[in-house]
């Protein structure tokens, strides 16, 4: 694979002089194309051997453009921090928005490829991490982003005299450690794992660039050449797209009248229709009871902390449904320092200009802590699915992408659990009632809820299709049956106690 990249390929002085005004002019142009019109985000990450050139390809490149609009990242070990959230939990962190670009250095292939050349991991760890990659890569190329990767290749010698060379220059001596001797010693399955990384992971919408990197001019303007053309495809097929979609809108009889599509009402039985929303509990038995399930989530959690355990409980149901009533039946079992609530509505314009789970990975909390999210990523395959604030395109791969960013969480040993409460219709207008006639309740109540109301059925069957998908054996859905709050409430907290104390029973057994 990598012989193409050992033919010694140069670019003379003279050559290089003549060639860069023009494109450096052109580099420039391209991000003001992409700024003035931001309709996606730039990813470009470098990989290779050791003295290669990455960093001074960065280098450079920041020269060249305007720095404002770029962003530079480079990975070095995990903090405490990062190592207490999910691995891809900093990446996503630092993802830029539309209209910019990022450069990134020992990003998300640095460590499965150091592993797996130290053998810490098999082959097939080696394999499942790629896999990873390739979901992650996908799900950002899907919402629209332009990855470019480059790797930078030197033979064994090459590397080797690069190597001396920074060493000898006080300069660059700093850059030279026993990590990177350590490497050149084992060249030989540095570079196999390089090769059954790029042969796993370069596909056409995340490709790999190999380039030669023992002359510097040759390199530089190999990248950046690359570079500005494939921003200059992505914006005019961006432009096609966008066309396309505007023309397709225009012509939809369903979007004549300017508001989104409403689903057919379906006869047919949804997973809410068969919940038997008769149960009830009295209050006397109640308040029993729920004080044993706080003093029993209480020790729960104290346990987990101590094992740095981290949890999140997801929030989802029908508007008046008793979600804040049964997350502050939870909180108030819990330490006020142990735990983050976070409302969700509208994305912000900073959380729109990136993919739609970038503002859910920002808020995951360190071990040892519970994130409640009052509303969630789930607003993608509902409100957005239908209001027609999402393209069916995209509403339908979010189920994909859910079930991979929960399995991620779940893989890094963070406690799942997802709620969906249910109240009939008839009860909801009673609450409406009830919240309009009080005036400490009346904020609750808006014009979008009864709004929501007259779409009762569409959403019904979405939520049957979110259960349907995204309801797995890692990650299940808990359906609260909240007509009546006594029992939802304490449904709600029995299920979090067993989630708990089954995820601590695992941890014990060491499995």
Known sequence: MFEAAELGRRVSHEDYKAQVP??????????????ADPRFPVIILFGGVDGAGKSESVNLLS???????????????????????????????????????????????????????????????????????IEFERCLTDDGALILKFWM????????????????????????????????RRYGRFVDAAEEMIKGTSLANAPWTIVEGEDDRYRTLTVATAIR??????LDASAASSRISKRSDAQSPALADGKP????????????????????????????????????LNTLHRK???????????????????????????????DARAYQVIPIAAPSDEERAQHYLWRFWRHLARGGRITIFDRSWYGRVLVERVEGFASADEWMRGYAEINQFESQLVADGIILVKYWLQVTKDEQLERFHARQNASYKRWKLTDEDWRNREKWDAYAQAVNDMVERTSTRQAPWTLVEANDKYFARLKVLETVCDRFEAHLAKHARGQ
């Open 261 to 296: 599509s409403r689903r057919a009402a379906s006869s047919q039985p949804t997973i809410l229709s068969r919940l038997d929303m008769s149960q009830r509990i009295k209050p006397a038995p109640y308040e029993t009871r729920l004080e044993q399930l706080q003093g029993r």
């Open 229 to 234: 053309d494939a921003i200059r495809r992505h």
């Open 63 to 133: 020269e060249w453009m305007d720095p404002r609009w770029l962003i530079t990242r480079a990975y070095g070990p995990a903090s405490d921090e990062e190592r207490e959230r999910p691995e891809y939990w900093r990446f996503w962190r630092d993802l830029p928005p539309r209209g910019r670009i990022g450069f990134f250095l020992s990003a998300w292939y640095s460590n499965p490829i150091i592993d797996r050349v130290s053998r810490q991991t098999t082959r097939a760890d080696f394999g499942e991490r790629l896999q990873r990659i």
């Open 22 to 35: 023009a494109l450096r002019e052109e580099l420039l142009e391209v991000q003001r194309t992409l700024r």
């Open 304 to 334: 987990a902390q101590r094992h740095g355990t981290s949890a999140i409980l997801v929030f989802e149901g029908s508007d008046a449904a008793g979600k804040g009533g049964a997350i502050r039946r939870i909180t108030a079992a819990l």
């Open 153 to 184: 290749h030197l033979n064994k010698d090459a590397q080797r005299a690069r190597l001396k060379k920074l060493e000898k220059d006080p300069l660059t001596r700093w850059r030279v450690r026993k990590e990177q001797w350590r490497n050149w």
